[in-house]
């Protein structure tokens, strides 16, 4: 697995066989600058019309232009439209790193900000961007795509499959109570500037730990402790840090609060971050932010769905967990991915994957060492009379990946067909749940 440069793939060009078949239709596929002021401002007020956001104004713009410069932008456009200058869909993508069991990390396609006009649609105009971008993806090197989706239904058809799933979290704080630890060190409140220093600091030493988290970029630190040149609400965004007894910070939290005017005594905390690099770090600012004075309610979201929390309040039945996917994943390249991440038990499996894109199908033989490493090979065809036998698709593949789901699940579901669904989920398992705790 090879490094692939973000500056390579920021310039490369829209793939053809995508160009070629929406120029049938009319329709322009194209790269778009960040240099190009008016070409930017038109692709994002396009972005932010196919999310129902409001029209951007010029100070949002610049500082949008400013911090996502890292991006690749492609869009389609209309000639024929009244607005031709004004894309009739967007895409945005980087390569970031997605953490994957044993500590690792692999480069990855990261997309967002996929829309299509609804002047717009069943013309083909979707599918031709995201098979587009995934085949240039591959081309580059890149073993896997990944993104988080507005509407679940849309990607399956590429053969991306919910691969980490987020828990949302709401505690009623009085009925709660506290049994979990005392942490030896101290939590005190710091300003936003000082909590932007410090997030990604933190993020950076905790991230390879949970599958499913990425690296971040700066734009999200900037929206998250309210500090981007055109955020309005950063007054409402209040943080603290947990400090060990020798001083280092070993977590943060981010957190705003809605008063109720009708009982003081009922405000409404919500969590938008917590970072925790020590089990005392994570036990401080929880107990922190569940004995708030005059705090009722406390909502978080984009959790695990396996914290820690639950069992260390006194009644979890204080606390109501909504679960749902999040963190979806493509695999492109599967020699590149399965040998990347760490297996639970040693196996050997002839794995025969299918993909309708014709990107990463083919027969593979994943050959699982006492230590947790593979090595995966491609398998001839014929019978494998000392490897378990597993037809799978890529969808399903890129959903048990980070082992978030048992194979055996799938199996009952007959979607995985093998005559060893045991043995393959005691490989892919893995102790910690993936995760993902932000939107992207």
Same mark, same amino acid.
């Given at each position: 697995?090879?490094?692939?440069?973000?500056?390579?793939?920021?310039?490369?060009?829209?793939?053809?066989?995508?160009?070629?078949?929406?120029?049938?239709?009319?329709?322009?596929?194209?790269?778009?600058?960040?240099?190009?002021?008016?070409?930017?401002?038109?692709?994002?007020?396009?972005?932010?019309?196919?999310?129902?956001?409001?029209?951007?104004?010029?100070?949002?713009?610049?500082?949008?232009?400013?911090?996502?410069?890292?991006?690749?932008?492609?869009?389609?456009?209309?000639?024929?439209?009244?607005?031709?200058?004004?894309?009739?869909?967007?895409?945005?993508?980087?390569?970031?790193?997605?953490?994957?069991?044993?500590?690792?990390?692999?480069?990855?396609?990261?997309?967002?900000?996929?829309?299509?006009?609804?002047?717009?649609?069943?013309?083909?105009?979707?599918?031709?961007?995201?098979?587009?971008?995934?085949?240039?993806?591959?081309?580059?090197?890149?073993?896997?795509?990944?993104?988080?989706?507005?509407?679940?239904?849309?990607?399956?058809?590429?053969?991306?499959?919910?691969?980490?799933?987020?828990?949302?979290?709401?505690?009623?704080?009085?009925?709660?109570?506290?049994?979990?630890?005392?942490?030896?060190?101290? =939590?005190?409140?710091?300003?936003? #500037?000082? +909590? /932007?220093? @410090?997030?990604?600091?933190?993020?950076?030493?905790? %991230?390879?730990? &949970?599958?499913?988290?990425?690296?971040?970029?700066?734009?999200?630190?900037?929206?998250?402790?309210?500090?981007?040149?055109?955020?309005?609400?950063?007054?409402?965004?209040?943080?603290?840090?947990?400090?060990?007894?020798?001083?280092?910070?070993?977590?943060?939290?981010?957190?705003?609060?809605?008063?109720?005017?009708?009982?003081?005594?009922?405000?409404?905390?919500?969590?938008?971050?917590?970072?925790?690099?020590?089990?005392?770090?994570?036990?401080?600012?929880?107990?922190?932010?569940?004995?708030?004075?005059?705090?009722?309610?406390?909502?978080?979201?984009?959790?695990?769905?396996?914290?820690?929390?639950?069992?260390?309040?006194?009644?979890?039945?204080?606390?109501? =967990?909504?679960?749902?996917?999040? #963190?979806? +994943? /493509?695999? @492109?390249?599967?020699?590149?991915?399965?040998?990347? %991440?760490?297996? &639970?038990?040693?196996?050997?499996?002839?794995?025969?994957?299918?993909?309708?894109?014709?990107?990463?199908?083919?027969?593979?033989?994943?050959?699982?060492?006492?230590?947790?490493?593979?090595?995966?090979?491609?398998?001839?065809?014929?019978?494998?009379?000392?490897?378990?036998?597993?037809?799978?698709?890529?969808?399903?593949?890129?959903?048990?990946?980070?082992?978030?789901?048992?194979?055996?699940?799938?199996?009952?579901?007959?979607?995985?067909?093998?005559?060893?669904?045991?043995?393959?989920?005691?490989?892919?398992?893995?102790?910690?749940?993936?995760?993902?705790?932000?939107?992207?």
């Amino acid at each position: 697995m090879g490094t692939v440069n973000n500056t390579v793939w920021h310039d490369a060009p829209v793939d053809q066989r995508s160009r070629a078949a929406l120029a049938v239709r009319d329709l322009q596929y194209r790269t778009v600058s960040h240099a190009g002021s008016a070409d930017y401002a038109a692709w994002l007020q396009a972005a932010a019309r196919g999310f129902q956001n409001d029209e951007r104004t010029d100070e949002q713009i610049a500082a949008n232009r400013a911090l996502t410069a890292y991006r690749r932008l492609t869009g389609v456009y209309d000639g024929a439209g009244p607005m031709p200058e004004m894309p009739v869909a967007t895409l945005s993508s980087w390569i970031g790193e997605l953490s994957v069991p044993g500590g690792r990390g692999i480069p990855s396609c990261a997309i967002s900000s996929v829309t299509v006009a609804p002047t717009h649609r069943r013309r083909g105009i979707a599918r031709a961007m995201l098979e587009g971008e995934l085949r240039g993806a591959a081309a580059a090197g890149l073993p896997m795509a990944m993104l988080t989706v507005s509407e679940s239904t849309l990607y399956g058809r590429y053969g991306f499959a919910p691969a980490g799933a987020s828990a949302a979290w709401t505690i009623e704080t009085k009925r709660a109570g506290w049994r979990g630890p005392q942490a030896p060190g101290r =939590v005190d409140f710091i300003s936003r #500037q000082r +909590l /932007r220093e @410090l997030l990604p600091v933190v993020h950076d030493r905790v %991230r390879l730990e &949970a599958p499913g988290e990425i690296d971040v970029p700066g734009e999200f630190w900037e929206r998250f402790a309210g500090t981007r040149p055109d955020e309005k609400d950063g007054g409402k965004v209040r943080a603290v840090q947990y400090a060990d007894p020798a001083g280092e910070v070993r977590g943060l939290a981010v957190y705003t609060v809605a008063g109720n005017d009708e009982d003081f005594t009922k405000a409404r905390v919500h969590v938008s971050y917590l970072l925790t690099e020590t089990d005392d770090a994570y036990a401080a600012l929880w107990r922190f932010l569940l004995e708030l004075d005059l705090v009722s309610t406390v909502t978080a979201h984009e959790l695990s769905v396996d914290e820690p929390l639950l069992w260390m309040i006194e009644d979890q039945r204080a606390a109501k =967990v909504t679960v749902r996917d999040h #963190q979806y +994943l /493509r695999i @492109l390249d599967v020699p590149a991915a399965l040998q990347a %991440r760490t297996y &639970a038990a040693p196996g050997r499996f002839s794995l025969e994957v299918t993909d309708p894109l014709e990107i990463a199908g083919g027969r593979y033989l994943l050959d699982i060492g006492s230590d947790g490493r593979a090595t995966v090979s491609a398998h001839p065809a014929g019978p494998s009379t000392d490897a378990v036998v597993v037809s799978i698709g890529i969808r399903e593949l890129s959903a048990l990946y980070l082992g978030g789901v048992s194979p055996v699940t799938l199996a009952r579901a007959g979607l995985v067909q093998t005559g060893d669904a045991v043995a393959f989920a005691r490989s892919l398992s893995w102790q910690v749940a993936p995760r993902l705790s932000l939107w992207y």
